[in-house]
């Protein structure tokens, strides 16, 4: 089965960071790009950073330019989100997200378990 295994998140201050991690597995992780996704209470899940297969090209949705970097680690199958300065706004669950190509099928969306970020004074 396809995997995507989360750590990191927690409760920070306004201004202070957090890295989200996510481990892949089950799958050719080098050839697919990744994605951060998060989703607040009431509100629907907006992807926040994308990331091509080999880490050349990235892309934020505005509320996280300047302050959040995704990257990978292909030998390690682990796509990360670093968020600097974080901001209440930030609050949400993040999830990491892959769409996977079965043979004969056709693409399948997977979804991490999500990990909780409260930025909270």
């Known amino acids: 089965q396809v995997q995507l295994v989360q750590s990191g998140g927690g409760l920070v201050q306004p201004g202070e960071s957090l890295r989200l991690s996510c481990v892949a597995a089950?799958?050719?992780?080098?050839?697919?790009?990744m994605s951060w996704y998060r989703q607040s209470p009431g509100e629907e899940r907006e992807m926040v950073a994308w990331?091509?297969?080999?880490?050349?090209?990235?892309n934020y949705t505005d509320s996280v330019k300047g302050r959040f970097t995704i990257s990978r680690d292909n030998g390690k199958s682990t796509v990360y989100l670093q968020m600097n300065n974080l901001r209440p706004e930030d609050t949400a669950v993040y999830f990491c997200?892959?769409?996977?190509?079965?043979?004969?099928?056709?693409?399948?969306?997977?979804w991490g378990q999500g990990s909780q970020v409260t930025v909270s004074a």
């Open positions: 089950n799958f050719p992780f080098y050839i697919y790009p």
């Open positions: 997200h892959a769409r996977v190509k079965v043979t004969h099928i056709g693409p399948r969306e997977y």
């Open positions: 990331i091509n297969k080999d880490g050349t090209s990235t």
